[in-house]
């Protein structure tokens, strides 16, 4: 097998470690910067009480907006890193002689890590079917990729720590994983668009032979990509945060989305189907919603139905399924959001 | 006489991959056609599924990514040696 080779026509390789490690350098200072500065801006340049709400919130703005942007570009550059050693077309490779059930597991989890883009999610269903990957197997990765998203999964760990992270990403798992395998026993293949059985390839693509100075230049690129994109929302989503903190009451939302209200959960599911936003800007909203009452599960169950489900995607979809696939598809996705949010407010 | 196709639905990251390719095209004073390939079994035909691809006389030279203006201009080169040996 040939390779591409990158041409190495404006890197040279010292100089990409040189700056990288003044990058990780620069980021450590920063990161123990912040508290210093925030209490100081506000305390001694806005002469704010520390113990007044406004002082508070105040703070806390010039502390979080700061710390967040750190974590997610730090953090995106080191997934960046990672998907570098995946593609779609890498991933397809590995999931082309797996059974379901194995297959399911592995395409979800290769959903976290393969990079993905919603527009690319056409190709990659008909690239995916082509090879003869199972149907269910499929949906399972298709699911996977664009739920258990990094933004978000940064965002989350960010706001509140890791466990409420690492609940995200299992539940995501576990809705694509049981998800794809129930679409696939439903035997659905007719209900794909009849093109996509005709699909061949003529080639293979070549595997990209990257150097260490290819992957971070890479994955500097995505960091610029990504939080160029997302970083207004997270600014916006943390002031309507820290303003909402005093002035709704703590328990508001008990009642309608807490853990004892047994329509929360599929209510939260309906309501985020229409809702369409990116990750950036629903996890402020979830954190509010877990600050006034709502239950850890209805809140997730929440952010995976307007980040998962999307109409937006349902168009695209709509090119290589047909309808009564379509809505299976939509609707066993919803029920699965649904029984991991009941199940998280069981255990939680 | 150099082929090159921009493989892509229509998507932003696709047409900022043709505007790259038509700038060196032009500042390397080629004569070159650029192709856009947005129906999907075409794409598929390179085995490419994560677009923007980019494609030079036949061969599948980048995937996924927007390439920089510097690389495009070394796969022309390369494309032309391999052309006019």
């Keep these: 097998m040939t390779t591409l080779t990158s041409p190495s026509v404006s890197h040279d390789g010292k100089k990409t470690f040189v700056i990288l490690a003044l990058a990780i350098i620069f980021w450590l200072i920063a990161y123990n910067l912040i508290q210093p500065l925030a209490n100081w801006i506000s305390f001694d340049v806005f002469r704010l009480a520390p113990d007044s709400h406004l002082g508070e919130s105040v703070a806390f703005f010039l502390y979080d907006v700061p710390k967040i942007l750190l974590l997610l570009s730090g953090m995106v550059f080191l997934i960046s890193i990672v998907r570098t050693f995946f593609s779609p077309e890498r991933t397809r490779a590995l999931l082309g002689g797996k059974r379901e059930g194995v297959g399911n597991v592995f395409a979800a989890m290769l959903g976290i890590v393969t990079p993905f883009c919603s527009c690319s999610a056409v190709p990659l269903f008909i690239g995916f079917v082509e090879a003869g990957i199972p149907l269910g197997v499929t949906f399972s990765f298709l699911i996977a990729a664009p739920t258990i998203n990094e933004v978000a999964v940064i965002l989350l760990f960010g706001m509140f720590g890791w466990k409420i992270a690492g609940l995200y990403v299992t539940s995501g798992l576990v809705v694509a994983i049981v998800a794809g395998f129930i679409i696939g026993r439903l035997k659905m293949e007719k209900y794909v668009a009849d093109f996509v059985w005709k699909v061949h390839r003529k080639v293979n693509v070549t595997e990209e032979k990257l150097t260490w100075s290819d992957r971070i230049e890479r994955a500097w690129f995505s960091v610029k990509e990504i939080v160029g994109k997302v970083w207004l929302y997270v600014v916006i989503g943390i002031a309507v945060g820290a303003g909402i903190h005093g002035y709704v009451p703590e328990d508001a939302l008990a009642s309608i989305l807490g853990a004892q209200a047994w329509w929360s959960v599929p ?71 649904i029984f991991t949010g009941y199940l998280f407010n069981l255990v939680l | ?51 923007p691809g980019l494609v030079i006389n036949e061969k599948v030279v980048s995937y996924g990514r927007i390439p920089s203006p510097a690389e495009v201009t070394t796969w022309i080169t390369n494309a032309l040696e391999t052309a006019n040996p």
């Design chain 1, 267 to 337: 209510l939260a599911v309906l309501i985020g189907i229409p809702l369409y936003s990116n990750a950036a800007g629903i996890v402020p909203i979830v954190g509010t919603l877990i600050e006034k009452g709502a239950s850890v599960g209805t809140a997730l169950a929440f952010m995976m139905s307007v980040i998962g489900l999307s109409l937006p995607e349902a168009v695209i979809l709509k090119r290589v399924l047909k309808t009564p696939l379509l809505v299976t598809f939509f609707a066993v996705i919803a029920v699965a959001i």
């Design chain 2, 1 to 51: 006489m150099l082929t090159i196709k921009v493989l892509g639905s229509g998507c932003a990251n696709c047409k900022r991959v043709e505007q790259i390719v038509r700038k060196v095209v032009s500042e390397m004073s080629l004569e070159a056609e650029v192709i856009k390939v947005t129906e999907y079994p075409d794409i598929m035909a390179y085995g490419v599924m994560s677009t």
